[in-house]
């Protein structure tokens, strides 16, 4: 018994460490702090919104260049951003095989004219020997019918040649106008086939100002687009517009990004291949839109929604929102608003549903009088 007494203390301090533990473990979360929101109250008014595309100066012809025949391409004679001339000689592949084969149609055409020459001198020996009666009528028509067959023969040879010459012509790639190379395809030594693209040259001429647009805004740009100066350009690094006149749309969207191609046209306009460019579209007047900071929309959930302010209450709750366009850093809100309803503008980020919130009320500055200034010294 003495020895159970003096195990005691320790049990007891063990079992009341655990009761302070569990209490511990027990205690309420600390409530959500009402936070402060800037608010606005919703009116409608009139917008003129507009969209903007990133895009790109393009020639209107811009042709990838490759060889009709097949070889060992041997030497390319131009660089990336070269200007080329018509006629130019731009790189050249191995003719060997090309020269040996219109030697062979050649050779081919003198065998078809001695052929043909002594099937025309032995019809007219028979022709006088039919005249004689030496031979019979049908006799001289088969010479007749064996002259024109070398004739034949003749031609078909002559053709095949001239096709040789053609061919080993090609072995030089030629350019077809005047440019400026864009794109190098092919390097010396390498092995192509016919039709395999070697250099791209971009044809002198108009010039057109490429972009992509998504798929739900195609048919307000071409709506848009057929109204006069609504279709406008930025070149990079200045404030200037320009118009552009809608010269080709697309029939069917990209397959990855989803967007439609659209080339517009420059006009007289001074630009360079390659340069970037915004586009920007004017969309007409709206009435009885709804503005808001761009900070009042947020995206939850793959949706454009906004904070409204339930004043009973003071809780907040979103609602999704159309966007119609922005102006700045003003959004246009095209509908899921009413007037009269009250926005958060400002902390949007950090609110939850339900959440009670207080009007934000900016600190007043006080200026000290000078009584009280006197009284302070």
């Excluded at 052929?115 to 088969?142: M, T």
């Excluded at 106008?177 to 010396?188: F, K, L, Q």
């Excluded at 609504?230 to 990004?257: H, I, M, N, Q, S």
Aim: hydrophobic share 45%; glycine share 8%; proline share 6%.
């Amino acid at each position: 018994m003495p020895h159970l007494l003096r195990l005691a203390p320790p049990l007891l301090l063990v079992a009341l460490l655990s009761i302070l533990m569990t209490g511990c473990g027990k205690q309420a979360a600390a409530p959500e702090p009402e936070r402060a929101v800037r608010t606005q109250t919703v009116s409608t008014t009139s917008a003129s919104a507009s969209h903007e595309y990133a895009a790109e100066v393009k020639a209107r012809i811009e042709s990838r260049l490759s060889f009709r025949v097949g070889g060992k391409l041997l030497s390319r004679a131009v660089n990336l951003g070269d200007t080329v001339k018509p006629g130019q000689v731009l790189a050249r592949i191995d003719a060997q095989d090309l020269k040996l084969a219109e030697a062979a149609a050649s050779a081919a055409v003198m065998a078809a004219r001695t052929n043909r020459d002594q099937a025309g001198a032995d019809y007219k020996r028979f022709v006088d020997l039919q005249r004689q009666g030496f031979i019979s009528a049908a006799e001289l028509e088969r010479r007749d019918s064996a002259f024109k067959a070398a004739q034949a023969q003749l031609e078909q040879a002559k053709a095949q040649a001239d096709v040789q010459v053609n061919q080993a012509a090609y072995a030089q790639l030629v350019a077809d106008g005047a440019g400026v190379v864009t794109s190098i395809d092919a390097e010396p030594g390498q092995v192509l086939a016919a039709g395999t693209p070697v250099i791209g040259v971009a044809l002198d001429g108009p010039r057109d100002v490429v972009f992509s647009v998504p798929e739900d805004q195609i048919a307000r740009v071409k709506a848009a687009a057929a109204a006069p100066g609504a279709l406008k350009v930025r070149l990079w690094g200045g404030d200037k517009t320009w118009p552009l006149t809608l010269r080709e749309v697309a029939a069917a969207a990209d397959p990855a990004t989803r967007t439609f191609l659209i080339k517009a046209d420059v006009g007289k306009l001074d630009v360079k291949l390659g340069q970037s460019a915004t586009v920007v579209l004017d969309l007409p007047q709206q009435s009885g839109v709804i503005k808001l900071p761009l900070a009042a929309v947020l995206q939850q959930s793959g949706k454009t929604s906004v904070w409204v302010l339930d004043g009973g209450s003071m809780t907040v709750r979103p609602v999704p929102v159309q966007v119609g366009g922005a102006e700045g850093n003003v959004v246009v809100i095209a509908g899921g608003l009413n007037a009269g309803q009250e926005v958060v503008v400002a902390g949007v980020h950090v609110l939850n549903p339900g959440q009670k919130v207080k009007r934000y009320v900016p600190p007043r500055t006080t200026e000290a009088t000078p009584a009280a200034a006197a009284a302070s010294r």
